[in-house]
């Protein structure tokens, strides 16, 4: 079955960065985009971007342009979602997701708390 | 970007009840339109795409429909299970948006 398995909690300083890594089983990774969302204390989900395992291209939302790196590692059929320079409102759950006819597939999330 | 407005934010019904959340997007997106139902502690889970059709598992009870401008996600008849907040998401373009939610429980 399709699985997508996410790297723990993690707490960071601001002005820190934090990567996250999401653990894909159960399809070939290469077939489907990974997108990448979050949920802030209190928020709803906001969407990030994505990335094409196949060849690597990203789209990004504008917020975080220029903080955000997708990537992935087709040996390991792994995405991997990096923030840098950490603000306290960055604090938030952040899944991966699988897009097949929608976001079918999700992570378990991953806590990244920013506090100094 | 696309905004997204869903109504009500929060409502609480009795099981068995008969459940409407609506949805609007802020210019036209056609029927690229996603609701997803998201529990504490859990990941969300995909329940239409194309603003009406089911996800395949997913109970018969939920339903989506399209008219006008207006999106409109229905549960039939409210389970205890229901419990949750529900996402409409547009991804006719980038960048993908969200509603705000609608918390729906049990009275």
């Known amino acids: 079955q399709v699985d997508l398995l996410q790297s723990g909690t993690e707490v960071k300083k601001p002005g820190a960065s934090v990567k996250v890594s999401c653990k894909t089983s159960?399809?070939?990774?290469?077939?489907?985009?990974l997108h990448w969302v979050r949920e802030a204390p209190g928020q709803g989900l906001e969407w990030m971007g994505f990335?094409?395992?196949?060849?690597?291209?990203?789209t990004y939302a504008q917020k975080f342009q220029g903080r955000l790196t997708l990537t992935t590692d087709t040996s390991t059929s792994t995405g991997y979602m990096e923030l840098t320079g950490l603000r306290f409102d960055d604090t938030a759950v952040f899944y991966c997701?699988?897009?097949?006819?929608?976001?079918?597939?999700w992570g378990q999330g991953t806590v990244v708390t920013v506090s100094s | 970007d696309i905004q997204m407005t869903q109504s009500p934010s929060n409502l609480s019904a009795s099981v068995g009840d008969r459940v409407t959340i609506t949805c609007r997007a802020s210019?036209?997106?056609?029927?690229?339109l996603a609701w997803y139902q998201h529990q504490p502690g859990k990941a969300p889970k995909f329940l239409i795409y194309?603003?009406?059709i089911l996800e395949r598992g997913v109970p018969s009870r939920f339903s989506g429909s399209k008219s006008g401008p207006e999106f409109t996600l229905t549960i039939s008849r409210l389970q205890p299970d229901d419990v949750a907040t529900y996402y409409c998401q547009q991804y006719i373009t980038y960048p993908w948006t969200f509603g705000q939610g609608t918390k729906v429980d049990v009275k």
């Open positions: 997701a699988r897009m097949g006819r929608g976001l079918d597939n």
């Open positions: 210019q036209n997106i056609d029927r690229w």
């Open positions: 159960g399809y070939p990774f290469t077939n489907y985009f």
């Open positions: 990335i094409n395992p196949s060849n690597g291209r990203t």
């Open positions: 194309e603003a009406s």
